[in-house]
């Protein structure tokens, strides 16, 4: 369930530009018991460097526990990423695996939401924001507190294929008074083309007793002072998509079952009213161990794929996934049985996706070239609300 996020790690731009900037050919002096000793002459150079430009960038002079937190891993010296010029944000590059693509040859969805978890908790790791947690400051870390998604957002202009480069930039900043958000761009490296976009919000849960705080000032300090000044948003036009609320999705049981498909240990339903073809799917899921992630709750990304695990394959064939929002309302955990409901949402003027002829060929009330949206609801086996969830699906291209 969590999308963690922080402060700002120090990154190198690339693995060449890591070989001059910290001497990297010559950094591994030797090796014991506890991994590799580095040289300390150019990492050090390059580290007062970086804490030099966020001082300045942030108008506040780094402690000695603060600058002792910066010091550079091996992983760091290897990513594909660095602060940008000042300080506030960061960037990494990552190149698309065959094994991160899917049916469409491209980018799934999941790949991209596993990278901006990957770029936030890399920007966070580098100031010592993650020794034993995701993005936790020291404050928190003493306090037993961790971040959880209340939020996530994700466009998708145009998805990545195997082998292609994609640049990501993030940062985070204050979300009132109890909780935080981080934003991220996506572009193709290749040619600076903004392909995405995302935005979350979380908030603050106690570890062991799973109840949510709020941030207080120390925790507050601690990380702001690694975010813009002034409000920075991947979204910034008014009235945009990411700030839509998400309706409560009606039962699809409530519709007559005209079909009944079991699948390995999940059941597919599709529903009908008297009036009116809906498409409506219903899928029961439980969490593997393989869901679970370092605070023994399932991961946020794992939500995503429970939620297009009940999309029509009607849909699946013809569309490809533009915009996901999810509002996470509980944890799940690993003995929790889950239902995955899925159903169009209705548009402006009440019309509502029909299926027609034998075929299950989709089509709206409006030109078949604009999107169709879906409301999703994941909840648990007694009825309560693990998950709110809106897509939007364009056509797909007619060549890749």
């Known amino acids: 369930m969590l999308l963690r996020g922080g402060a700002i790690s120090a990154r190198s731009a690339a693995i060449s530009e890591n070989r001059s900037t910290f001497g990297f050919s010559n950094s591994i002096r030797r090796q014991n018991g506890n991994g590799f000793v580095l040289c300390n002459s150019s990492h050090r150079a390059r580290k007062a460097q970086l804490l030099k430009a966020l001082a300045v960038a942030t108008g506040e002079t780094k402690t000695k526990q603060q600058e002792s937190s910066h010091e550079p891993t091996l992983a760091d010296r290897l990513r594909l990423g660095s602060l940008t010029e000042d300080g506030l944000s960061y960037k990494e590059r990552f190149i698309v695996r065959c094994y991160e693509v899917g049916i469409n040859k491209t980018a799934t969805v999941e790949t991209i939401a596993n990278l901006l978890q990957e770029v936030g908790c890399n920007h966070a790791q580098g100031v010592g924001f993650s020794t034993d947690g995701f993005a936790t400051t020291l404050t928190m870390r003493k306090l037993h507190l961790i971040w959880v998604t209340a939020r996530m957002h994700i466009e998708i202009y145009k998805y990545p294929a195997w082998s292609d480069m994609l640049e990501i930039e993030t940062w985070c900043q204050s979300e009132g008074r109890i909780g935080t958000r981080r934003d991220w761009i996506l572009k193709d490296y290749a040619t600076g083309e903004v392909i995405g976009r995302a935005t979350s919000k979380w908030v603050m849960m106690n570890q062991d007793t799973r109840r949510l705080q709020k941030v207080t000032d120390d925790i507050r300090d601690e990380y702001l002072i690694y975010c813009p000044k002034t409000l920075r948003l991947a979204f910034p036009e008014e009235n945009n998509a990411s700030l839509k609320k998400i309706a409560k999705l009606e039962d699809p049981v409530q519709f007559s079952k005209i079909g009944l498909v079991v699948r390995s240990m999940s059941i597919y339903y599709v529903c009908q009213s008297s009036n009116l073809k809906h498409l409506s799917c219903f899928i029961n899921l439980q969490p593997r161990r393989a869901d679970l992630d370092m605070n023994q709750h399932v991961n946020n990304v794992t939500y995503i794929g429970w939620v297009l695990e009940s999309m029509p394959q009607e849909i699946i064939n013809t569309h490809e996934l533009q915009t996901i929002t999810l509002d996470y309302r509980r944890e799940c955990q690993h003995d929790d049985v889950v239902d995955s409901l899925t159903s169009p949402e209705p548009l402006m003027d009440d019309t509502i996706l029909e299926l027609e002829g034998t075929n299950g060929s989709a089509a709206a009330g409006k030109d078949e070239n604009d999107c169709l949206q879906f409301l999703h609801l ?23």
């Open 378 to 400: 994941l909840r648990l086996s007694d009825g309560s609300e693990i998950n709110r969830g809106r897509t939007e699906w364009r056509k797909k291209p007619a060549t890749r």
